[in-house]
């Protein structure tokens, strides 16, 4: 058995394997992952002492999505040591993992600022760190976990996998059961997270 959970890199990862179980039609799901570079960035909190929560906030139709102040809901987290990771969700560019610039982009980080300024009083919106990452989407932003003969797939978890990480590395325990026979029914397949649905659609 072999757990493939490479990210951004599962498509062309699987698409390099030669052979036996990468040729099998329900890896072409693996296709319809989209990567894209996301623009978050670490904010000085104003008040270094008091501890912070995560959290999502949706702003609401009116000022979120194309013309509006931001491109999308946000999200944030406590980084301690580094600042308050603040983000926009899944509104990157489209881009290669291995050929990405990094780069900060002007206009998303500016609108950053802005709702870290409205919406998140208790950080600096002028002392930041800009930072880079990836996102891997499916078309309906649920993950793929599922097993295709002796591959286990872990993917496309469209910015938000890292929260379930207890739970996924249970199921691709289960998924990678030696007990189990490569065809064989498993428990911990769901039809929600499986691979072939991509490829269906």
Do not use: N
């Amino acid at each position: 058995r072999v757990v493939v959970a490479a990210g951004a890199w599962s498509t062309d990862l699987l698409a390099d394997v030669r052979g036996g179980e990468a040729r099998r039609p329900e890896l072409a799901g693996l296709s319809r992952l989209v990567v894209t570079q996301e623009q978050p960035a670490h904010f000085a909190p104003r008040d270094p002492a008091t501890p912070w929560p995560s959290f999502t906030h949706d702003p609401g139709a009116d000022v979120v999505g194309p013309g509006g102040r931001w491109p999308s809901g946000a999200y944030g987290l406590e980084t301690p040591g580094v600042g308050v990771k603040v983000g926009f969700h899944g509104v990157g560019p489209v881009v290669h993992p291995d050929r990405r610039t990094f780069q900060p982009d002007e206009r998303q980080l500016a609108q950053l600022r802005d709702y870290a300024a409205t919406r998140v009083p208790g950080v600096d919106p002028d002392a930041f760190e800009a930072i880079s990452c990836t996102y891997t989407t499916t078309p309906d932003h649920d993950f793929v976990l599922d097993r295709v003969g002796r591959v286990v797939v872990a993917a496309g978890f469209s910015g938000h996998g890292f929260k379930f990480a207890p739970a996924l590395g249970r199921v691709l325990a289960d998924l990678a059961d030696e007990a189990l026979a490569p065809d064989a029914p498993v428990r911990a397949r769901a039809e929600r997270f499986a691979l072939a649905r991509l490829a269906a659609r």
